[in-house]
DNA sequence: CCCTCATTCCCGCGTTCGCGTGATTTTGCC
DNA sequence: GGCAAAATCACGCGAACGCGGGAATGAGGG
């Protein structure tokens, strides 16, 4: 077998003990070299503009500085190619949140073994995205909750096809056209989806469909 | 030590042969009992109500009869504390989408070797959710696309203002009243959201502001 | 000092909308 | 075959809206 590519990593981590064990140990895996470690975002961002950039960055996200956060947006902005692992002891909804929105591609609390750590940097380039359970559930939670249970009001087929255009903002003669109707029509399908959503005006029913999914 | 209690698990999978292994295996740990196998989510549900539910059901959603994603909401109506752990082949968003939003706790894919799979469940007995790094990858894809980077349309502080009373469905005259301007006012503010956001009325502001999460 | 930008206000025209009230046809179901 | 629900069409009124103009004010920066 031809050796394997080896892929590098960096790490930007303020405590120089864990960032040291961690880089001794992707070292020594035959796969993965460790090649920087900074203890500042700022340091990082410098460096990846002169250097060629890293495959993967392990991350802090309570960094002195400039924060994790905002330090994966300027990463990914320079080099969207480069795969970023948060590590952090926050686990609450408001990084995590901000974390995959910045574009993370994985999510590890600190307390993982270091040996969880290697598996989720070779998990990590075959695709996958390493995402600590306990993460995951809170992930799941918030996306549970934003796209949550529509309710029914029921509207007819024929109403949610006009509710659909409406929410394109046609004009109730625009929907009567691309329906092959009059605009009277419309009109009465209008105040019945008005009344079935409890609402009085376009924007309410429009919001209203928006915010509770109805498609 | 006492000894700690045992949690129940159901399987529901049309495969004889690996819902056997995985009962064999899961009864072979000492913390878990599986107690039933069915091999559609209609005897599952038959046996939901009359029997005492299980702590953790493992769910395939490529089922004969109704699928997994059907089943998955009629359990979690009836018995709302039961974890449920998606067994798949499939890797699409569509599935993966609606598995979520129907209240699964993790999400599996059947190439996972059954030692995994019972690591997934004592996972989810202490609150976390095991996802597969490929799946996970896809969920934090999602994630990141529907609560996309909200552009900045420079829209001013007045105007903000005025979208937001604009989203709730006030009038032009209901929102002069808030803002103790005079109905001209927010008009002008109006025709400028409309310019600075691209748009020609008010249903077309208010869904990209809420589509964008302009606040 | 001037220029820009945000904010405020005004007028008018033509269109669309919300809403009340009516009617007819089509469809599905018992 | 009959009945209820859905879908279709119609008229009219008053209000709100989109959009085209124009203009005054004040705050901040070059």
């Given at each position: 077998m031809g050796k394997q590519h080896i892929r590098t990593v960096w790490i930007i981590e303020d405590s120089r003990g864990f960032a040291g064990s961690l880089a001794e140990l992707i070292n020594s895996t035959e796969s993965l070299s460790c090649q920087q470690v900074?203890?500042?975002?700022?340091?990082?961002?410098?460096?990846?503009?002169r250097d060629s950039p890293p495959d993967i960055i392990l991350m802090d996200i309570g960094l002195p500085g400039m924060n994790g956060i905002e330090g994966i947006k300027r990463i990914k902005a320079l080099v969207p190619a480069v795969q970023v692992i948060m590590l952090t002891v926050f686990e609450d909804n408001e990084n995590i949140f901000?974390?995959?929105?910045?574009?993370?591609?994985?999510?590890?609390?600190?307390s993982a073994t270091l040996d969880s750590i290697i598996d989720s940097?070779?998990?990590?380039?075959?695709?996958?995205?390493?995402v600590n359970p306990n993460i995951a559930r809170k992930i799941l939670a918030m996306f549970a909750q934003t796209h949550e249970t529509k309710t029914d009001y029921g509207l007819s087929s024929r109403e949610k096809e006009v509710l659909q255009h409406l929410m394109e903002g046609l004009s109730k003669k625009q929907i009567a056209d691309k329906?092959?109707?009059?605009?009277?029509?419309?009109?009465?399908h209008l105040r019945n989806i008005y009344t079935k959503l409890q609402v009085n005006s376009r924007v309410n029913a429009v919001t209203k469909a928006l915010k509770e999914n109805i498609l």
């Open positions: 900074f203890h500042s975002c700022e340091d990082a961002l410098v460096c990846i503009e901000l974390a995959i929105r910045a574009g993370a591609s994985g999510y590890l609390h600190k940097l070779e998990s990590i380039l075959v695709g996958g995205a390493p329906l092959f109707v009059s605009h009277n029509t419309i009109d009465t």
